[in-house]
């Protein structure tokens, strides 16, 4: 049946979502705000520039592999799952472009010997909402896996 291998993909790309994400939130960042101010800025940045590039192509294929393994499983105990997982990663691309994304472009135009305050105060809100972002892309997986497991 298709819906073994779409089920797959959606657990295997939020899996892999859900992991870097949380790596952000708990070793990436804690780390790089522990540098001289400088630094963080330039860091930031650097990340900002790459992850401008990755992020867009990732998140959107699990968003299509979560919405694929919705309409796979229609009829079947696993679409609620696969469904919610959809949903969640859903709403997590809708925070992202709404509110991380006006922060990146903050972080990426904001100068190296900047004020440190400033700094502080848009690195805090950018990490406050990707905790938000880190429990949605770790309930998709969740519900990926239980999609998978219902099957």
């Given at each position: ?56 192509v990732y998140m959107t ?31 997590m691309l809708v925070i ?56």
């Amino acid at each position: 049946m298709i819906d073994g291998p779409i089920l797959f993909a959606a657990v295997l790309l939020c899996g892999l979502l859900a992991g870097n994400e949380v790596a952000t939130l708990i070793a990436f960042h804690p780390v790089i705000r522990r540098l001289p101010i400088r630094a963080q800025v330039e860091v930031e940045q650097s990340l900002t520039r790459l992850l401008g590039v990755i992020m867009p192509v990732y998140m959107t294929a699990t968003l299509v592999a979560t919405i694929g393994a919705a309409f796979a499983t229609l009829g079947t105990p696993a679409f609620v799952f696969a469904l919610l997982a959809a949903g969640a990663i859903g709403l997590m691309l809708v925070i992202t472009l709404t509110q991380n994304l006006p922060l990146n472009k903050r972080t990426l135009d904001f100068p190296p010997d900047g004020d440190e305050r400033s700094w502080s105060e848009i690195r805090r809100r950018w990490e406050r909402i990707h905790l938000v972002r880190v429990i949605l892309d770790v309930s998709a997986f969740a519900c990926a896996i239980l999609a998978l497991a219902a099957r």
